[in-house]
């Protein structure tokens, strides 16, 4: 096979930390390409969100349409959905590719605070969406709001993301990778929970370093890994192996806390 093809359904942050920008970057840096469709526009610097414009849904359904008669894609990632609008048709659209590896981050906020997909979506999301997703990858603010809580002011601790990730599993998807780098301490622990195969942890030293675009690069690094043909518990290890390249970049760099952003893995 020549180079796996990744659709990017996401947004644009004019930052260029995060979104779209980073999803394209890391996976020209795994070896696969990218077709992008664009949900939503947005106005950010590291510190704030200043606007979000979404992408009309017809004319997003039409960047998808024409990215999937380009050519043949291997896998799907998915970020900021922005509204129900985009979030009904992209559930549309991957009723076309049954057996495509679909990646959800589900993006709520920006680490600056702003939010990135309005309340009524969240029903819409766990109805139609959820279920053909591959994957989803939470943080544990994400988690949270997934089930209904408020995002935890202490370190949440290990079983209750094992109850998250069990909440979440029930809503749909085939597998939760719930991340674990807003919790504290000196080990960062991610767990994968699959539908009907035990629990993975993967864990690895918290590393002093910030960057924005964290968990689009996460996300888009395991869909290129899906797209290359590696089973889903090696593609987060790859996953997770990029991201850590990234923040040991900004180590090296001398450059900590350079941008704003969650310490450690991811956004
Ligand atoms: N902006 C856009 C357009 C995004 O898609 C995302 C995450 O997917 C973010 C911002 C959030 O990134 P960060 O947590 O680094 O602010």
């Known amino acids: 096979m020549g180079r796996p093809a990744v659709l990017v359904i996401a947004g644009s942050d004019s930052s260029g930390g995060a979104g779209l920008a980073r999803d394209v970057r890391t996976l020209e840096t795994m070896g696969a390409d990218a077709l992008c469709a664009v949900t939503a526009v947005t106005a950010q610097t590291d510190g704030e969100v200043l606007g979000v414009y979404p992408v009309p849904p017809d004319q997003l359904r039409a960047q998808i349409d024409a990215a999937l008669a380009t050519r043949p894609i291997n896998a799907i990632k998915i970020g900021m959905l922005a509204g129900r609008g985009a979030l009904e048709v992209v559930a549309q659209a991957l009723r076309a590719v049954p057996g495509v590896p679909v990646v959800l981050d589900?993006?709520?906020?920006?680490?600056?605070?702003?939010?990135?997909?309005?309340?009524?979506?969240?029903?819409?999301?766990?109805?139609?969406?959820?279920?053909?997703v591959t994957v989803l990858t939470p943080n544990i603010p994400e988690a949270a709001a997934l089930c209904g809580e408020p995002a935890p002011r202490d370190d949440p601790g290990r079983e209750r993301l094992v109850e998250w990730a069990a909440e979440?599993?029930?809503?749909?998807?085939?597998?939760?990778?719930?991340?674990?780098?807003?919790?504290?301490?000196?080990?960062?622990?991610?767990?994968?929970a699959r539908r009907g195969s035990s629990a993975v942890w993967f864990t690895g030293p918290r590393l002093a370093a910030t960057r924005r675009g964290t968990g689009c690069a996460l996300a888009s690094a395991i869909a290129a890994s899906l797209a290359a043909g590696a089973d889903l518990e090696d593609a987060c290890r790859r996953g997770r192996e990029h991201v850590r390249a990234l923040l040991e970049e900004v180590q090296s760099q001398g450059a900590s806390g350079e941008r704003n952003g969650e310490l450690a893995v991811h956004g």
């Not at 605070?113 to 969240?122: H, I, K, R, Y």
């Not at 599993?169 to 991610?190: F, I, W």
């Open 106 to 132: 589900p993006v709520l906020r920006a680490s600056s605070g702003g939010a990135l997909l309005e309340d009524p979506g969240f029903e819409v999301l766990r109805t139609r969406l959820f279920p053909q």
């Open 168 to 192: 979440l599993l029930a809503q749909g998807p085939g597998a939760v990778l719930l991340k674990g780098g807003h919790a504290r301490g000196a080990t960062v622990a991610d767990l994968l």
